[in-house]
Each structure stands twice: as structure tokens, then as C-alpha cells.
């Protein structure tokens, strides 16, 4: 067992707790157990998830452990999904009232290449009710917080995926994006710098923003982590043939947004 303080491990890319968890230096249940406790002790404030499955992650947890082969790329590994997608068995609201009590009799596409992987799901993350905005001051589940600056919006829809990585309560947590979704929280709350993004093909299991934006603004499913190497064991699970790499730092979502990533930033969240 490695010394290592409960936040460091939760911090850590997740290359590097892939390396642990596979030499049994550290376990993937007293890793999941690190994460339920910052998620326990933090997200009152933050309202990065809607749902946590403590005792569902800590049983996959303990599987992974008493696993005697490695499951795939991303065994024993936490990670949180963003609540517009569907997951087997666990409630999946998109954010709204009006699906606050549908549980989902199957896994989106993504989830499934997950848990193929060996991931262990944490929870779904906070939105922007149908990620229908880009602040995340969800009225339905409480207004999700940027971990910097707590008083200000965390960018959206993807807010709460972008605030589980960037305040160590997962080390990965899978969004989606059709007009800056994932972008956006991902220059606002600074740690996660790139996301590697698949139009996907099988959008099925997912709760769409819109039927139809133009063809050049499909749904996109990507994963935000706290570095680059770390997104990739995740993206390789469901990403398509044809990725799309997009490049997020401050200046280029401004930029591109026409000013308005900026206001983002600086606008006030709903108490």
C-alpha cells in the first residue's frame, strides 16, 4: 500500500491510478471510498452530482479487487456520468423534474464501454436542466458551483462533470456538447485544459438537447479530465473512427463564443 493522503489519489491522472490499482499498491474500493468522502464532504456547496450510488460504486469496487484479471483499460477506476445519459438501474432526470423518478432499464452505449473497460460509476452529475444553458443554475436540483470561485458559474450544460474533475470527486466524468456543452465548463473551471471528443453514432440511451441544430452541430459525448493523457483510457471506450479533437483553453472558448464565454464566467450563480 502506497502512503499516499486520500486527496492525493484523488487528484491523481488516471494513468497514473490505473498503474496503482493494477499492482495492488492501492485498491480500487479504498480509492472509491476516497472519492465518496471528498463527494460527502464538498458537494453540499459545490452540487456537482444529482445522484450518488455510494453502495453501487463500492460494490463494483470491491469486484475489481476480487477480480484475479484485469477487466479492461479503465479497471477499478471511478469515474461520473453526466446526467443526461442514461445508466442502467440508476435514475437518470436530465436535469428536470419531470423525469426526476425515471431509472433507465439500460445503459446508453457509452456507459456500456465503460463498464466494459472496468470503470466504476459514482453517480450523475448536475446539468443544466436539459442542457438547455450554459451556467448550470439548475432551479430544479440547486445551482452547481465553480470550485474556485463559488459564487460563480461553472460554464454548462456539462457543469457538473466539469466541477467532479476539477474538485477531485471523480477522475474522469463523461458529458455531452452540441453547442459548447462540454467547452464551456471546461475553460471555466480551468483543470481540465482538452477533452477528446466522437460525434457518435449510436446517440440512442441519451436524452437529446434537440432533435435537430443543422447538421454541423451534432450531440457529442466527451470526457472531461484534469489532463489530457489521463481522458484517454475513457475516450477509447466509445469514441468513434473519426474523432474530433477540440483544443479548450480560456482565450479559444471566448473567442469563439464572441465574448460570451467570458460573461459566463463572471455571472453570478442562483443562491
Partial sequence: MVETAVDELC??????????????????EEVTRGFLERIARYDPLLRAFITVDAEGALAQARAADGSTHTKGPMHGVPVAIKDNIATRGL?????????????????????SRLKEAGAIILGKTNMHEFAYGGTCTNVEFGAVRNPWHTDHVPGGSSGGSGVAVAAGLATLALGTDTAGSVRLPAGVVARPRRADAAHSRRRRAAVQRARRLGADTPDIAASLADRFPSARPGYRRYASRRPTRVLLRRASVRRRSRGRGCLVRFARARR
Fill in 91 to 111: 435514475r437518470t432526470t436530465a436535469g428536470s423534474r419531470v423525469l426526476a423518478n425515471w431509472i433507465p432499464s439500460t445503459d446508453a452505449p457509452v456507459v
Fill in 11 to 28: 487528484f491523481m491522472p488516471a494513468t497514473e491510478l490505473l498503474g496503482l490499482i493494477a499492482t495492488r499498491k492501492v485498491s480500487s
